[in-house]
């Protein structure tokens, strides 16, 4: 089975902090993104990586970056939380196969609070 | 992609097969049609895809119709672990598979014991 572990279930944090979401996977995946999940919004991609040192902005990239340093590790980083980046922060990983069609897999969530 | 219409809740007693219906009535010929079910406080769940044909894994069916307008996911002996909201999804193949996936409201599923 695919696994896609989170550092954290909750996170609380305070305005101005640097924050850093860690989440790592198993399976060899190519493709790795960030995404947040607000009430009425849905799901919306921040990042994704394709490969080590790759990244691509999503639809919200502002006040976020992200490192993969290591094909199985893509982190998150606020630089400077704000209280509208409370949210539920969740992180995929896929194959990168030439046809597209391979599901996405997700990690349990970051449920991140700032105060 | 095509856009996804779904009921906003379902009930399901539980040991009886839930069958969860998605209209994609614009779905083009290269979308494929997926289901995620996510349960409260946890990450979305992959459950199953296809294209045109019927397709089952350990966990469901999915029935796609001929004209490939509708689907149902079929949940065969539904157990109070099933409760969760199930998100219907219609994407496009053939970008390696890094495109951004976009959930609609989706289907909050009971099950009732």
């Known amino acids: 089975d695919v696994k896609v572990t989170q550092s954290s279930r909750y996170l609380v944090k305070r305005t101005g902090e640097k924050v850093f979401l860690e989440c790592v996977q198993d399976?060899?995946?190519?493709?790795m993104f960030w995404y947040r999940q607000d009430p009425g919004l849905g799901l919306r991609l921040i990042y994704f990586s394709y490969d080590v040192k790759m990244k691509e902005k999503g639809d919200i990239p502002e006040g976020y970056s992200v490192s993969r340093e290591k094909k199985e590790r893509f982190s998150l980083i606020l630089e400077s939380a704000s209280t509208n980046q409370t949210s539920m922060y969740l992180c995929?990983?896929?194959?990168?196969?030439?046809?597209?069609?391979?599901?996405?897999?997700f990690g349990d969530g970051t449920r991140l609070s700032i105060l | 992609d095509a856009k996804t219409t779904q009921p906003p809740s379902m009930d399901c007693a539980e040991g009886r097969a839930a069958n969860l219906p998605c209209n994609h009535s614009t779905i083009s010929g290269n979308e494929y049609v997926y289901w995620y079910r996510q349960i409260h406080s946890q990450g979305p769940q992959y459950i199953i895809h296809?294209?045109?044909n019927n397709e089952t894994n350990e966990m469901a069916s999915l029935i796609i119709t001929e004209d490939r307008k509708s689907s149902t996911l079929i949940l065969p002996h539904a157990t109070l672990r099933d409760t969760a909201v199930y998100y219907c999804?219609?994407?496009?193949?053939?970008?390696?598979?890094?495109?951004?996936?976009?959930f609609g409201t989706g289907t909050r599923l009971t099950i009732i014991p």
């Open positions: 296809g294209l045109k």
């Open positions: 995929a990983s896929s194959p990168l196969v030439d046809g597209g069609n391979q599901p996405q897999h």
């Open positions: 999804i219609v994407r496009v193949g053939g970008n390696f598979g890094n495109e951004k996936l976009t």
């Open positions: 399976m060899d995946h190519e493709n």
